[in-house]
């Protein structure tokens, strides 16, 4: 059996006549969007209560209706536990998604078919799953630029909401953000779409990522793409599916080996 990329040794056997299967974890706000919202003195927004989507990414992007295999609310610590989750239908990942007033439509994937070459076989645990408040994706836009935004999705948006974008955290095996990284995409048509996030927040270059490890793709605005992502000259870094839909951010973040940190 490949590596299935998540520990597996307290997960259950699920059945695979019916491939249903429970994924449990926790939310919480993106270390740097708490951190920039400490830094305007804004409190950080409670997650208790909330609802969470399971779905896929692919099929949301293409608006399909079927997008969605099952949904939940969180606890009071962030927590949550949504079970008779159906996976025959997945095509590339499995994400969980946060859509509430205050904060970004965005999802984050906690199952990646890169690792396994198949659909998932086993309960998902631990999931970790990054909320972004509208202040943080405001900054990220400001670094961007509207006027960059524009140029890319040819006068279709101003914001990265409007234009669809992927954000990545590139960590270490710690799971520390690590400075200087090139993400590379298997569609090299689309690189100059990569921009990487100042540690402050306040602007974006094309050239590598800062202490924060951030990257962001910025999509078009038009019909959704898809795409694999890894890194330039770095060893161990899978190479994973991601892709961008207006409207909507996918959140992943991109390890060495097939375990998260």
């Known amino acids: 059996m490949p590596d299935p990329g998540a ?14 299967i429970t994924v449990t974890g926790q939310a919480e706000l993106l270390p740097e969007a708490s951190r920039l919202l400490t830094e305007q003195g804004s409190p950080p927004p409670s997650l208790a209560g909330h609802p969470l989507v399971i779905e896929e990414p692919l099929r949301v992007g293409v608006k399909d209706p079927s997008a969605t295999f099952g949904a939940g609310t969180l606890d009071e610590e962030g927590g949550f536990v949504i079970s008779d989750v159906p996976v025959k239908d997945i095509h590339l990942s499995l994400a969980a998604s946060l859509n509430h007033e205050g904060f970004a439509r965005t999802s984050t994937i906690v199952f990646d078919t890169a690792f396994t070459g198949s659909r998932p076989r086993t309960d998902v645990i631990n999931a970790r799953v990054w909320a972004l408040p509208l202040a943080f994706h405001d900054a990220l836009t400001r670094a961007v630029s509207p006027e960059a935004l524009l140029v890319h999705s040819e006068g279709r948006a101003r914001t990265l909401l409007e234009a669809g974008f992927v954000l990545g955290r590139v960590v270490d095996a710690a799971g520390q953000p690590v400075a200087g990284a090139r993400v590379q995409l298997d569609r090299p048509e689309l690189a100059d779409q990569l921009y990487y996030p100042s540690e402050d927040l306040t602007q974006a270059s094309q050239e590598s990522t800062s202490a924060n490890g951030l990257f962001l793709y910025v999509h078009t605005g038009a019909d959704t793409e898809t795409f694999r992502v890894s890194l330039h000259g770095k060893e161990g870094y899978v190479w994973r599916n991601a892709g961008a839909a207006a409207g909507h951010g996918l959140v992943l973040t991109l390890f060495p080996g097939t375990f998260a940190p």
């Open 7 to 20: 520990p597996t040794e307290d997960a259950q056997i699920v059945d695979l006549d019916n491939l249903l």
